[in-house]
């Protein structure tokens, strides 16, 4: 199988990722970093197949992932959810998914993540922006799956910054106690380790309209992939999960995101992918260049910051929103986006 484009570290394959898994010796791939096509019920153009049939398409990819990687390493999967055509309801075909690589294939969990995405749309606009009856799907499951229930990581490789209240914590110290919960807050908490442990929610806007990439493309006249998660996202678990000179894969590779990662990580990786012209763009993303990054830090605002009472509040649609609102009543009211 020849590679359609090389670097020093890895290998960008335009190929089936089930025909290229094949050529793997078992037990060769530390960590498998992907984001597969979403069991969307609308048809898109990067290829996807509906909720329903998604298990049984997905089923030769977890023999292939469950032959191919280590003992001791790591299947992480970026799976959007679905909406069911023509209601406000949830599919389950995510969670569906994650329930059949434990319970047929013998994955176990190691945790799941959440990755929120604070610059994501009020969508889908008919539920959330009209009849107002749902807030807005800015969340992406992330499944992290092992082989064994002991799996090789390390959560100090992804610390972050203190909170402002831990900062005064560690400044004004505390006093040791025993909480209601039962947890007990022992004086160890006063050590100052420089960072704090993380939550299993990854905040990460995915806002790149200036990129490197996207600009590259527009020059190139190529089309960029619709559907890119943020080179931190990949980042992320490829430094918790791996150690440099680990083999990473993406057998959903897109426009070779996880290979920017990896490769910016000094590991070794392939991406695989079907439409060529994806990868077209994605060759773009090397060599890579190391530049200093200012990041955001994003903060949630207290579910109750704006709930003065309840004298203001207007009924519940007596139907759960079936019907429309009327547009004329409707643009009286709040605007739709607030």
């Excluded at 075909?93 to 690589?101: F, G």
């Excluded at 229930?149 to 400044?171: E, Q, T």
């Excluded at 012209?277 to 190391?290: A, D, N, T, V």
């Excluded at 007596?318 to 609102?325: A, H, N």
Aim: glycine share 8%.
């Amino acid at each position: 199988m020849k590679a359609f484009y090389k670097t020093r570290l890895g290998r960008i394959y335009h190929a089936d990722s089930l025909d290229y898994m094949r050529t793997l010796s078992i037990e060769s791939v530390n960590l498998i970093m992907t984001s597969p096509p979403f069991g969307l019920v609308r048809k898109k153009d990067y290829g996807n197949v509906d909720a329903h049939k998604y298990l049984d398409w997905f089923r030769p990819f977890a023999e292939q992932f469950h032959r191919i990687l280590r003992e001791d390493g790591s299947l992480v999967i970026d799976i959007g959810g679905a909406w069911i055509s023509g209601q406000p309801t949830r599919s389950l075909y995510h969670y569906e998914l994650m329930i059949m690589l434990g319970r047929e294939y013998g994955f176990h969990l190691a945790q799941e993540f959440f990755w929120w995405n604070p610059s994501k749309l009020p969508t889908p606009a008919e539920w959330v922006n009209i009849r107002r009856i749902r807030v807005k799907d800015a969340v992406n499951c992330v499944w992290w799956l092992s082989k064994t229930p002991w799996p090789k990581a390390s959560n100090r490789r992804v610390l972050i910054p203190y909170s402002d209240s831990m900062k005064g914590l560690l400044k004004n110290g505390y006093r040791a106690k025993l909480r209601p919960s039962g947890h007990d807050i022992s004086d160890k908490f006063s050590k100052d380790n420089g960072a704090s442990i993380p939550p299993n929610l990854i905040a990460i806007a995915n806002t790149e309209s200036n990129s490197s990439y996207l600009t590259k493309c527009k020059e190139a006249e190529i089309k960029p992939h619709p559907a890119r998660f943020p080179v931190d996202l990949p980042e992320y678990f490829i430094r918790m999960l791996s150690d440099k000179g680990d083999f990473i894969l993406d057998p959903f590779g897109g426009s070779c995101v996880t290979g920017e990662a990896a490769e910016k990580l000094k590991r070794k990786w392939v991406c695989v992918e079907l439409e060529k012209e994806y990868l077209e763009g994605g060759k773009l993303r090397f060599p890579i260049r190391q530049l200093d990054r200012k990041l955001p830090t994003y903060k949630l605002s207290h579910p109750g910051a704006l709930w003065n009472g309840v004298d203001d509040e207007e009924p519940l649609p007596s139907d759960g929103g079936r019907k429309r609102p009327n547009k004329k009543k409707q643009g009286s009211k709040t605007n739709a986006s607030s």
